[in-house]
């Protein structure tokens, strides 16, 4: 008996090396950032004289190249550093991952050959460690910090700590590197922090439609097989991808994801056709992303007028109907109800987001009303609601004669 495996991997498919496509693959080059790159370069470049470089804030949207540009800015220098002798390397931390001090100089301890565990020391003692291992020989280290803004919103303390420790050493001396989508996260810091962490900054603007085919043309000649794209999907895959704030990692995601909608139909042509599945599939992925994220009252009020559509067989609810269900929901989920005022805020917050679609209707003499509705697909909102803890209570709600979720 054959393995189930066998003709999927001896089908040749269309890709020639699919890596290619990630977001986290770093080109030789990257195409139309080569400002950003020189900017970098121009206060980077310092380190290499043993000299102490600007801390830097890098600005820009989602998918602008400010972390892949970050990335190959620190490749060339670590190599220049290496033919050169200077002591200087580049140190990357994603704030989404070390999101607190604790873990963010736990992390750089360890770096720097430092036993120290991810929990249970003091935080004073965890700096004091890295403090002292860095300090070891004179040294020039740059810290990037990806996601800045999420260490930021957990306390200013470890950009406070790492922006004043040159101060504590003897030895090495550190530059920083932060790197944000949010371009009003520094007012939530310290004028202290803010002044020293933003001597320099560069703005990554989103790319538009034209420079989103020259890095999509750039990254298809190695990833696809020679002939296997029509002629039409690499301009789709840009224009779609510049309608959405010009992200080069929707526009690499929808090449991608088209390429294997045409591997798993077994065909060895991708078209236009599949990209257009792939749109809507990376759509689908991005409202279950901004689901699980809401806040909970926001979820509450969704899945209200989620369990509505279910339990009334129709599209379209007044705010009383949304708030008699927000209201139920509380109750089963031993919750105090907010003010149908307050609803309303994150009803309003729901629509802007696109999940719900709500709009101001005349009833004649009887006056205006909100009709409520889902823009979303059932099937988006249940799976997620479902995965969140707090509303497990939910499912014993009984909705006509089935049980929600």
């Excluded at 090495?172 to 202290?192: C, E, Q």
């Excluded at 599949?274 to 699980?292: C, F, G, I, P």
């Excluded at 629509?351 to 205006?368: C, F, Q, T």
Aim: charge should be neutral.
């Amino acid at each position: 008996m054959e393995n189930l495996f066998e003709d999927l991997i001896n089908d040749g498919g269309v890709f020639a090396n699919k890596e290619v496509l990630r977001a986290t693959y770093i080109p030789e080059r990257l195409p139309h950032r080569w400002e950003q790159i020189k900017a970098l370069a121009d206060v980077l470049s310092s380190a290499l004289k043993g000299e102490t470089p600007s801390n830097i804030l890098i600005f820009g949207k989602t998918g602008t190249g400010k972390t892949s540009t970050v990335k190959y800015v620190s490749k060339e220098l670590e190599a220049m550093a290496q033919k050169t002798g200077a002591k200087c390397s580049i140190l990357y931390i994603n704030s989404e991952v070390f999101d607190t001090q604790y873990r963010v100089f736990a992390y750089l301890a360890r770096i720097f050959n430092k036993r120290v565990p991810m929990i249970g020391w003091p935080t004073d003692m965890v700096y004091s460690e890295f403090k002292t291992a860095l300090d070891a020989e004179e040294r020039r280290v740059i810290i990037t910090l990806d996601e800045v803004d999420k260490l930021a919103s957990k306390g200013d303390e470890a950009l406070y700590n790492l922006s004043r420790i040159n101060g504590e050493l003897d030895n090495a001396r550190v530059s920083l590197i932060g790197i944000s989508n949010d371009l009003t996260f520094t007012d939530l810091l310290d004028p202290r922090v803010k002044s020293s962490l933003g001597e320099e900054e560069v703005i990554f603007p989103p790319y538009n439609a034209e420079q989103l085919k020259d890095i999509l043309y750039a990254r298809a000649g190695r990833a696809f097989y020679p002939d296997v794209l029509e002629c039409a999907v690499i301009p789709l895959c840009a224009a779609l991808a510049a309608s959405e704030h010009g992200d080069a990692r929707r526009a690499l995601d929808l090449l991608r994801l088209s390429g294997e909608i045409a591997e798993r139909l077994g065909t060895r042509t991708v078209t236009e056709e599949h990209v257009r599945q792939a749109s809507e599939r990376l759509e689908m992925n991005r409202v279950t992303e901004v689901v699980k994220t809401l806040p909970l009252q926001s979820k509450i009020v969704l899945s209200s007028v989620y369990l509505l559509c279910k339990e009334r067989n129709k599209r379209r609810f007044s705010s009383g109907e949304v708030y008699a269900m927000y209201h139920r929901v509380c109750n089963q989920l031993d919750m105090d109800p907010l003010t149908q005022r307050r609803v309303t805020d994150f009803v309003s917050e729901l629509d802007i987001l696109g999940l719900i679609n709500a709009v101001i209707v005349s009833k004649g003499r009887y006056g205006r009303t909100k009709e409520i509705s889902l823009s979303i697909p059932e099937e988006c909102v249940q799976p997620v609601l479902q995965e969140d803890y707090k509303l497990k209570a939910i499912s014993s709600i009984r909705v006509g004669k089935q049980t929600t979720f």
